[in-house]
């Protein structure tokens, strides 16, 4: 079954780190660009950040750029993004998704995806 599982996300307070993962199974991540979305309850998906498969050139949205760090490891055929300072608005489901190449204004239309992960809860709260 081709597939994307992300994993890392919790609860956290402002100003704290986690670290998201998003693993391939049944296909090679490396070929891929793989992009991070979050939607926050009642609010549009929202683009956060991508990776591209071939150059490995990385893309931020304004909101998370400086604080969010995307970072691949093909051997182990996952993504990962380091969020660190998070802060409330930051709170969310976020998503992990793979296309050819990144979209440079991290559009999230599902249908430009190949593959779409079901998400993993952030929330950070004091």
């Known amino acids: 079954q081709l597939q994307l599982v992300e994993s890392g996300g919790g609860s956290v307070q402002p100003g704290g780190s986690l670290r998201l993962s998003c693993v391939a199974s049944?296909?090679?991540?490396?070929?891929?660009?793989i992009s991070w979305f979050r939607q926050a309850p009642g609010q549009e998906r929202e683009g956060v950040s991508c990776v591209s498969g071939a150059t490995t050139s990385t893309f931020y949205s304004a909101s998370v750029k400086g604080r969010f760090t995307i970072s691949r490891d093909n051997a182990q055929n996952t993504v990962y993004l380091q969020m660190d300072n998070l802060n409330a608005e930051d709170t969310g489901t976020y998503y992990c998704a793979a296309r050819d190449r990144c979209i440079y204004e991290l559009t999230a239309l599902t249908t430009l995806y190949s593959y779409w992960g079901r998400g993993t809860q952030v929330t950070v709260a004091s």
């Open positions: 049944g296909f090679r991540l490396d070929s891929y660009a």
